[in-house]
């Protein structure tokens, strides 16, 4: 139990120091760590789900709307520390324009960082996917809760 503890003690602190390097970094206009958040959270997320993520930006330079894509499990992500209602907005015309909802009939948006208290979304999605806000926004809050809840491996 105390390693347990102790292992999610040291995730905890090494997200949160993440958010805050991104967060200076980005105040800055350096925004060379969140193409690498890419890869390290596309690796978390399957590990925590079983997913099949790709990093759709390894495919094309800068791919449009997404950045992580499993054909197997119909699910992409956008991965970004931007955490307006423009970008959420943005994200799912982009998501319905390039009609990912084809191959991928979920998108979630992952916030590194932490995510707005309300949105605003004046994109209407319901002809194209389902998305709820409440689920399909997450932020490095939510994913410590999930990694929280996950049940430690035995080997």
Do not use: W
Not at 25 to 30: C, D, H, I, P, V
Not at 50 to 60: P, R, T
Not at 114 to 125: A, G, L, M, W
Not at 133 to 149: E, G, R
């Amino acid at each position: 139990m105390m390693n347990s503890d102790f292992c999610l003690d040291n995730i905890l602190k090494n997200l949160l120091i993440l958010k805050e390097e991104i967060n200076a970094r980005n105040k800055l206009g350096y925004t060379d760590l969140n193409k690498s958040v890419e890869n390290f959270f596309c690796k978390v997320l399957n590990i925590i789900y079983g997913y099949d993520l790709k990093n759709l930006n390894e495919k094309q330079e800068n791919y449009p709307g997404i950045d992580l894509g499993d054909l197997k499990n119909s699910i992409a992500y956008q991965i970004t520390s931007e955490k307006t209602s423009k970008k959420i907005n943005q994200t799912l015309q982009e998501y319905i324009d390039n009609k990912y909802y084809e191959d991928y009939s979920q998108l979630k948006i992952f916030i590194v960082g932490s995510k707005q208290n309300s949105y605003s979304i004046n994109i209407d999605t319901a002809l194209y996917f389902k998305f709820d806000i409440k689920s399909h926004i997450i932020d490095l809050n939510d994913l410590f809760k999930i990694i929280n809840n996950l049940e430690p491996k035995k080997n």
